[in-house]
């Protein structure tokens, strides 16, 4: 969602900021502005709606000459995206100004209360009330810290907040409740930030802080605390990977990028965790919880968007291989729908972020009511990571282009692992199958990059269909959820409308559709209902639909009921939503860049959503 950054050390923080802010730019990105203390001990800011750049251009870099600074990228949650709703925000008596993400879910009391004390509002943004009631604060106790902290003890609901104050320009306040903030820590600079990105070329080394505590910046160091006062100590940790995996690396996109990275991402989620000759898969972050696992009578996936999406390829797979009972929820449904859960469910929880806040509350609900919970996670160290009980990291590496591709494919990989580990610890897969999966596995990598390499086929057929204005897409079985999948890549980056169905599903409504302009995407590998998925394909060529089939590279039949078939190497079951997933991103990819979409910013989103 939005992102945060701030600067207190020796060098000027205007270029860091901006830098910083142009890092986080993927998590939100309608508007974006910075405040720094400047050489005369005076907070100087400056926001306007647009992207970074917008702003970097608009801004007079001479009046912001100072080493204490901090910045926004906003997304908008309370108030239209415009120049006066973007971040930072001051207070009326423009003594403190923060920047922040979340939302402060009593701002209509708060306000109320603020009102009758004279404050007044420039903008409609829940965080000037925040910056109004800090000042409130600050009129009685003269103090900032205690400002800060008598404010954040006010206020219900999420926020990741950074703050100056004129009156004690010496240094910055920062704090955390549900929306990610961290330290990248050096001898002569701290930097803060919302995500990595903007650290990690300054330092490795990283504090993240917790929910419901605060730290104190200065020159000479920060201290910790809770919003209670109490002390804390927290060891550094060490940020484990480089620039060089989240920047573009001469690909045009980062989608691009990370589309052309799975090869090397699928490795990573697998390696170490299988034994090639015996076929065993051991994920050690699991095995705390082995025996809850095991003993569960039935396991239950939660998460958003494209995790979902995983989540119910999962269920495929956990009861074809463990055949143990999985049920599937959006995290924003299983919230709020008063959930039956048992102590004995085992509740897997997948996000890439680790930070998506339908997700955490879906795994707090499930944990207060005495789940055991499994996380499916990619970023190292997030708060969903953090919170479950036990769990593994897919270890995709960044991902920062706003549509999902490479996380997508790891959880499928970590989900394929999964179901192959419950499978042998529970006997429900002899060890000839599971070798057989294992031999696939190892192959898999090879196979990936034979499609990234022949990618310019993908570009080819999405020229044909640029200006589509609808698109079906069917499959499956295992295959069903990459068909909504690949609908979902193609809506998002292009804005072309698209739905997935099971392609048995069609007969029941969605063949009303069909006509000589609706493309259809059939995901079509020899399986046992290929049979069937070959008569779907006869019921839309009946009505004129335009077929673009995916098919096995050795199948001879299909090309004659496609109008263009995209080949993918020949796999068993289990494995075919990831190997058909490439050239589904590869045609939402190449259409979108056909169409002039961007990409890596497509409208409307952002890449973690931390608000409900
Ligand atoms: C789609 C996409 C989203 C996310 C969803 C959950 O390309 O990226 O649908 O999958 O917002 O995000 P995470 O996995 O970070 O919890």
């Not at 320009?169 to 955390?176: G, N």
């Amino acid at each position: 969602m939005c992102g945060i950054v701030g600067y207190i050390g020796k060098k000027n923080a205007y270029q860091i900021l901006i830098d910083g802010l142009k890092r986080l730019e993927y998590r939100g990105y309608d508007s974006a502005g910075i405040s720094i203390i400047n050489n005369n001990s005076k907070i100087v800011a400056f926001k306007q709606k647009g992207k970074v750049s917008e702003v970097e251009s608009a801004i007079d870099s001479s009046e912001f000459t100072g080493n204490i600074g901090i910045g926004h990228t906003r997304w908008a949650t309370h108030g239209e995206p415009n120049d006066v709703n973007a971040h930072p925000h001051f207070d009326m008596d423009e003594n403190i100004i923060i920047v922040h993400n979340g939302i402060i879910e009593n701002y209509k009391t708060l306000q109320k209360f603020l009102s009758g004390e004279g404050f007044t509002n420039r903008s409609e943004t829940d965080t000037e009330i925040l910056a109004n009631l800090m000042n409130y604060y600050y009129r009685q106790t003269k103090n900032f810290e205690q400002a800060v902290r008598n404010s954040l003890n006010d206020v219900e609901g999420t926020y990741g907040v950074a703050c100056l104050c004129a009156k004690e320009p010496d240094r910055i306040i920062v704090a955390r409740k549900g929306s990610p903030l961290m330290l990248g820590v050096s001898m002569e600079e701290i930097i803060i930030a919302s995500d990595a990105s903007a650290i990690i070329n300054h330092t490795k080394n990283v504090m993240y802080l917790e929910d419901g505590e605060m730290a104190v910046l200065t020159k000479q160091g920060f201290q910790l605390k809770t919003i209670k006062d109490e002390d804390i100590y927290r060891e550094i940790q060490e940020l484990d990977f480089e620039l060089s995996e989240i920047e573009k690396g001469g690909f045009e996109h980062f989608m691009l990028k990370e589309i052309c990275e799975q090869s090397d991402s699928i490795q990573n989620t697998y390696r170490g965790r299988i034994n090639f000759d015996t076929g065993v898969a051991r994920l050690g972050g699991l095995e705390p919880v082995m025996e809850k696992i095991l003993n569960a009578k039935r396991i239950l996936i939660t998460a958003c968007g494209t995790a979902w999406h995983a989540g119910l390829t999962g269920e495929y797979m956990l009861e074809s291989c463990a055949r143990i009972p999985v049920e599937v929820d959006y995290a924003s449904e299983f919230r709020y729908r008063n959930p039956i859960i048992y102590p004995d469910d085992v509740v897997f929880v997948i996000s890439q972020s680790g930070e998506t806040a339908d997700t955490l509350s879906a795994l707090r609900e499930a944990k207060n009511n005495g789940a055991t919970t499994v996380g499916i996670v990619n970023a190292v160290g997030s708060t969903i990571a953090r919170e479950v009980d036990a769990g593994t990291y897919i270890h995709a590496g960044p991902e920062i282009g706003v549509a999902s591709t490479k996380a997508f494919t790891c959880q499928l990989m970590s989900l394929t692992l999964i179901s192959m580990m419950l499978a042998e610890a529970k006997g429900a897969m002899d060890s000839e199958n599971l070798k057989r999966i294992a031999d696939e596995i190892k192959m898999l990598p090879e196979k990936i990059q034979t499609m990234i390499d022949r990618r310019e086929e993908y570009k080819f057929i999405a020229e044909e269909f640029k200006d589509a204005r609808n698109f079906l897409y069917l499959g499956r079985g295992y295959n069903f959820p990459a068909a909504l999948e690949g609908a979902l890549k193609l809506k998002e980056i292009s804005y072309i409308h698209a739905e997935g169905y099971p392609a048995a599903e069609m007969k029941h409504g969605p063949i009303a559709l069909i006509d000589e302009n609706m493309p259809v995407v059939f995901i079509a590998p020899k399986d046992k209902t290929y049979d069937k998925i070959i008569s779907n394909i006869e019921e839309v060529k009946a009505r004129k639909g335009r077929i673009i089939s995916i098919a096995f590279e050795d199948d001879d039949q299909i090309a004659q009921y496609s109008d263009f078939v995209l080949r993918v190497p020949k796999t068993i079951n289990i494995l075919t939503p990831i190997i058909n997933s490439i050239p589904l991103q590869f045609l939402a990819y190449y259409i979108a860049t056909a169409r002039g979409c961007n990409v890596d910013q497509p409208r409307n989103l952002a890449k973690s959503v931390t608000v409900e």
